[in-house]
């Protein structure tokens, strides 16, 4: 009783020591002055980052965000919460946001699943933390650049987002997930833009083989995200139904090539890699081929064979494949 007849001045010098989410976990709902009060503190800032305690968080995604929500303008969230705990709480109750930070909890979740979710046409700032620096700035702005075309499930919260990165293979990802491409399902054959060989099946290794209509040539390529997130895709061949895997060299291997080969025959194993992800070209139908190992280069034609490459030469025809729909 003492508490309720406090007068509002006494009461903000006592939320001053406390923090925001304690006060709306503890005050919010006492009666409506109380209501009334907490939210002209928290006024448009609510920072629900390092909470260590599970039932205060959920108190404030589920009973706090719905009453307060419609206010805010600047909000930070994340670890060590995950990414789904709370975004549809965002999307519902936050539609005014300016500012969105979010501690990226990716050791548990894809990284590249923020990007697909967060970043939409109307973003006017997205930054990438590591360790309270900036980092990758060109990837933010070719991710900027793409959400105006690409189809994802993005969320228009704010217009400016913030991901602190939990380590710099988010990052990594996160370029990989700036330059590939989506391509439907189904059965394709895949042309060398280097030789103009269809990519086959032999009984050893991929090759590539004269450009004739061969049922061997034709591979089903498939997208293993549902939620069209990280774009990553599996290629089987159409005959025999063996999935493609290639061997990842070490950079430091002076004798890589013949252990990089792609096929259809290869065993995986902790250096191999049976998921590629699809670069686009100048050319709409042109594509360059990368393996989803985080190591890896895009794939490369060397005399009749396709190899994992670990040269930057981005110009080269020889990293370059036309992609033929047959069905």
């Given amino acids: 009783m003492f508490l309720y007849n406090l007068p509002p001045e006494i009461i903000y010098l006592i939320f001053k020591y406390l923090h925001k989410h304690d006060i709306v976990y503890s005050f919010l709902e006492l009666n409506n002055n109380f209501r009334l009060i907490v939210k002209y503190f928290i006024v448009k800032q609510f920072d629900l980052t390092k909470i260590n305690s599970h039932i205060i968080f959920q108190y404030c995604l589920s009973t706090g965000l719905p009453l307060i929500g419609m206010n805010l303008r600047y909000l930070s969230i994340g670890y060590p919460h995950c990414f789904w705990t709370y975004i549809k709480f965002i999307q519902i109750y936050c539609p005014n946001l300016d500012k969105l930070t979010i501690y990226c909890c990716s050791e548990k979740e894809d990284i590249r699943r923020y990007a697909a979710y967060l970043i939409h046409d109307q973003l006017i700032s997205l930054t990438f933390m590591f360790n309270d620096e900036i980092v990758g700035e060109q990837i933010s702005l070719r991710l900027l650049d793409k959400s105006a075309n690409g189809k994802f499930h993005r969320i228009p919260i704010g217009s400016s987002l913030r991901l602190h990165l939990s380590s710099m293979n988010d990052l990594i990802l996160l370029k990989r997930y700036s330059e590939s491409d989506y391509l439907s399902n189904g059965l394709y054959m895949i042309e060398s833009i280097l030789t103009g060989e269809w990519l086959t099946d032999s009984k050893d290794d991929l090759c590539i083989m004269p450009m004739k209509r061969h049922r061997e040539c034709i591979f089903f390529i498939k997208q293993i995200d549902n939620d069209q997130c990280s774009l990553e895709y599996k290629l089987n061949h159409e005959q025999t139904q063996c999935p493609l895997t290639v061997s990842i060299p070490y950079e430091d291997e ?74």
């Fill in 254 to 327: 002076e004798h890589w090539i013949s252990s990089s080969i792609l096929s259809t025959h290869r065993k995986e194993s902790l250096r191999s890699c049976s998921t590629f992800t699809f670069e686009k070209t100048d050319d709409e139908n042109q594509f360059y081929i990368r393996p989803c190992d985080l190591s890896a280069k895009r794939l490369q034609v060397s005399g009749k064979r396709i190899i994992s490459s670990l040269c930057s030469n981005d110009t080269s025809l020889s990293y370059r494949f036309r992609f033929h729909r047959v069905a």
